[in-house]
């Protein structure tokens, strides 16, 4: 009995060895399992990496980020739907810009085409310039040793009644405005009330030209400013009004214009009207010359054709009205009358009565070709004249063309 209790205990002895060394080896084993199995995700996502590296970002962004994969597949799917959409717009948008760029060009086209025959139909229709009737005669083609760019030119010393200068001074031509020295002489020799008003009328308004003016038809002033700007600034209703409303009427007037003409020994002078608007009123550079000298005796004349501006109250306006001619402001001139003149067939007009050295001149251009080269063939006098030694022997220095 003894012995078997010895043999239990030491059967339970073993027993309990080797449950206590399968315990020992079991919790090894236990802990080298997780390990090995946590070999695997790294292992998965080593090579989720290396495949992560080798696709587009969106789907590496998909194997990085298991947790939200639906909602970054959906993200990735929305990207490259509006991608597409974005695609198709910008394709869109560029076929639109396209076609927009397209319509210009071909708008431009069509402008350049309607604005070409529009230039085109423009100078079909355009007359050319009429030509004056001196360059019509061959005047322009006489030559002087002052190279003027007038046809006609005229300079005599108004004391001596030296001709100094001629060239073509018989010609008969249409004198524009010119004629307005006699409307003005004739207005004042009459010893009218200058204080007296004048309405323009719409028997004032050019029908010969056309031509405009700041005298509206209504515009009702003084007698005196009427005529004030008739020889100052050319005012053609001005001057209208002023005959029409001479006693008798305007014919009447023009039929005293021309009677005056005779008297002064105008020989080839001839008056159809008071503006110079018709081409009909002609006359040469030595009829002028004989005007210009009486003209100049009459203070009213003197002090209307040489004022530099002017001013005169039209209802609620005031209207300023300038001188024609620019060398009336110049320190150079000394002028004692003026009056400038303009129709294509008259070409560019000027006579003038100044002070040159110390003597009293009267020059006549008629027909200048340019719009400033009347002025400039006075500039031409002028310094010629200055350039003279001594008054005494300007015999030698006469010029005829």
């Known amino acids: 009995m003894p012995l078997l209790r010895s043999f239990r205990l030491a059967k339970l002895t073993q027993v309990l060895s080797l449950a206590l060394l399968s315990c020992a080896l079991a919790v090894p084993a236990a802990q080298a399992a997780p390990k090995k199995d946590a070999k695997k995700p790294i292992a998965a996502a080593s090579a989720s990496s290396k495949k992560a590296a080798k696709e587009p970002a969106g789907k590496a962004r998909v194997a990085a980020e298991p947790k939200v994969k639906g909602a970054k597949v959906a993200k990735g799917?929305?990207?490259?739907?509006?991608?597409?959409?974005?695609?198709?717009?910008?394709?869109?948008?560029?076929?639109?810009?396209?076609?927009?760029?397209?319509?210009?060009?071909?708008?431009?086209?069509?402008?350049?085409?309607?604005?070409?025959?529009?230039?085109?139909?423009?100078?079909?229709?355009?007359?050319?310039?009429?030509?004056?009737?001196?360059?019509?005669?061959?005047?322009?083609?006489?030559?002087d040793p002052l190279a003027?760019?007038?046809?006609?030119?005229?300079?005599?010393?108004?004391?001596?009644?030296?001709?100094?200068?001629?060239?073509?001074?018989?010609?008969?031509?249409?004198?524009?405005?010119?004629?307005?020295?006699?409307?003005?002489?004739?207005?004042?020799?009459?010893r009218l009330p200058m204080d007296e008003m004048i309405t323009i009328t719409q028997d004032d308004v050019d029908t010969e030209k056309h031509s405009s003016s700041?005298?509206?038809?209504?515009?009702t002033l003084t007698r005196s400013e009427m005529m004030h700007l008739a020889l100052m600034s050319s005012e053609n209703r001005a001057a209208h009004a002023l005959g029409r409303t001479y006693p008798g009427g305007l014919g009447q007037f023009v039929q005293q214009m021309n009677s005056k003409a005779?008297?002064?020994?105008?020989?080839?002078?001839?008056?159809?009207?008071?503006t110079g608007l018709s081409?009909?009123?002609?006359?040469?550079a030595r009829d002028?010359?004989?005007?210009?000298?009486?003209?100049h005796a009459d203070p009213l004349m003197r002090e209307y054709s040489t004022s530099h501006g002017y001013e005169v109250a039209v209802?609620?306006?005031?209207?300023?009205f300038n001188n024609t001619n620019r060398l009336?402001?110049?320190?150079?001139?000394?002028?004692?009358?003026?009056?400038?003149?303009?129709?294509?067939?008259?070409?560019?007009?000027?006579?003038?009565?100044?002070?040159?050295?110390?003597?009293?001149?009267?020059?006549?251009?008629?027909?200048?070709?340019?719009?400033f080269s009347r002025l400039a063939d006075a500039e031409r006098v002028r310094h010629w004249i200055e350039a003279m030694p001594t008054a005494s022997n300007s015999i030698g220095q006469r010029i005829r063309g």
């Open 214 to 219: 700041r005298l509206r038809v209504g515009t």
């Open 315 to 320: 209802g609620r306006r005031t209207l300023q």
């Open 279 to 284: 081409s009909s009123n002609q006359s040469s």
């Open 77 to 143: 799917k929305q990207d490259k739907t509006e991608a597409k959409v974005a695609g198709k717009k910008g394709s869109k948008a560029a076929v639109v810009a396209k076609a927009e760029k397209s319509e210009k060009a071909s708008g431009k086209k069509r402008l350049a085409k309607a604005g070409a025959a529009s230039a085109a139909a423009v100078a079909t229709s355009v007359e050319p310039a009429r030509q004056s009737y001196g360059q019509m005669a061959g005047l322009h083609s006489v030559s």
């Open 148 to 190: 003027l760019q007038s046809s006609v030119a005229y300079v005599i010393d108004q004391d001596t009644h030296e001709v100094l200068l001629s060239k073509n001074d018989q010609a008969v031509l249409p004198i524009a405005s010119l004629t307005k020295l006699m409307t003005g002489l004739l207005v004042s020799q009459a």
């Open 328 to 371: 009336v402001k110049s320190d150079n001139w000394d002028i004692g009358l003026q009056k400038t003149g303009y129709i294509s067939e008259a070409g560019r007009c000027l006579v003038m009565q100044a002070q040159v050295s110390g003597r009293k001149l009267i020059m006549v251009f008629l027909d200048s070709a340019g719009k």
């Open 288 to 295: 002028l010359a004989r005007l210009v000298a009486v003209a």
């Open 262 to 274: 005779l008297q002064l020994g105008m020989k080839d002078t001839r008056y159809v009207e008071p």
